[in-house]
């Protein structure tokens, strides 16, 4: 069995360890240390939780102990995907170095520039950055990595995912050819393997686990839900998952809980305050400050369950997380492995539960394609579909509009139909009519008696002549175009002239006229 003292580390490097409690290194370890202390470049590839950290910052110290850096000019590199990662690599680093005179610097967002650059200026042996926060520096003229010695990027499968492999091409430009490379991740991709035979120089390769397995410390299970309206999917799953810590009671000592998005990481943990549960939210948009607290209260047992999202599915070094629950299924297969791996670490023992949909099918065939291994699953029970008042009212909102719509159709369509289709689409209003009603047409004048005008000279004619003139007026076809529309239909044709006809009022005037 190899045991630390035997991998020729310096004596206050195993000092430190001796201090820790670790006596016999992990396999990653066991296998990076040996080349990385003759020199050579080291590619390891193991599942996270295995002590990867150590296994690049025990020989970094051990080969940084002879020499002093110079201002602006770091001795060493170390790239790591996030802020919380970064900040893991520096506590490990103050951890093995602490019986050394050796110096550090931390680069991430979030902290003021003067800070950092203040310790950039006094010269560090170390430096530990995110590539974004690195690459600010460097262009403000304030970091000049010509003396870089030994160069370490973590986690660079993550590093892909969030896109920062054309910033990490780019460092790799900026340090020396002669520097010393130390390259680890947890799967190798086809652009991980590109940029290992572009910049490692026959590296020693170190893959102590088969790639993308998860632990086998890792008790998984997987409950599916049946399908139901989107509007009620994240309130069943939410449901769910309180139902699942309830039934797991107090093996449930802490817990990580992972959401794909940052607005489902913020809407479950207020989900889980409501009801009791301790939690608290994690994710990018969160300043530095406030995450680092939350990271501090989980680790000190003041926080029962940690919501977060990818952004904390590495770097998190939490020894005795006892659960993970995945409240989303992770969109890349990869981060299924991660995700989990928070639990289980060092031989612990873990249990990492996941809550499906019938959606998610595809993204848990490539899970466990990934893995090589069927997920068990678990007992949903009577898992019924919750309908909230929100969504009865939408079912009933979406009946009412529906039958409007139907009404307002059936009258557009009755009334763009001529008068004589709508009565026959109706026989029994026909034969219910007399046949003297048909015959007797309806006399419209009274329908607008407005329209009438009154002549004002006009003598009052006598009652044999207004009757056989009203009678005339009923007979004759009525005109239904032209201006004055209403005047016509109530005077009656358009009067021409007199002709022979001369009226009985007129020669009642000359008679008159005669006599007198």
Known sequence: MIKFSDLKLHAKVLKAIEEVGYTEPTPIQAGAIPPALEGRDVLGIAQTGTGKTAAFTMPMITLLNRGRARARMPRSLVLAPTREL????AENFDLYAKHTKLTKALLIGGVSFKEQDAKIDRGVDVLIATPGRLLDHFERGKLILSDVKVMVVDEADRMLDMGFIPDIERIFQMTPFTRQTLFFSATMAPEIERITNTFLSNPERI???RQSSASATITQLLFELPGTRRDAQAKQKRDFLRKLIDQEGEKV????IFCNRKVDVDIVAKSLKKYGHDAEPIHGDLDQSHRTRTLEGFRDGKIRFLVASDVAAR????????????????GHA??????????GRAGRSGTAMMISTPKDDKLLAAIENLIETTIPRGDVGEQQAPVSKASEADVAADSKDERPKSRSRSRSRSSSKPKDEVKADAPETVTETKPEAKAKPEPKAK??????PEPRAKPEPKASEAASHDQSRDTQPRSRGGKGRGRNEDRGPKVVGLGDHLPTFIEKSFADRRTD
């Open 207 to 209: 893959e102590v686990a």
């Open 447 to 452: 329908s607008e008696p407005k329209a009438k």
């Open 315 to 330: 770097g998190l070094d939490i020894p005795n997380v006892s659960h993970v629950f995945n409240f989303d299924v992770p």
């Open 86 to 89: 970064a900040a893991q690599v």
């Open 253 to 256: 000592t802490n817990g990580i």
């Open 334 to 343: 990869e981060d299924y492995v991660h995700r989990i791996g928070r639990t």
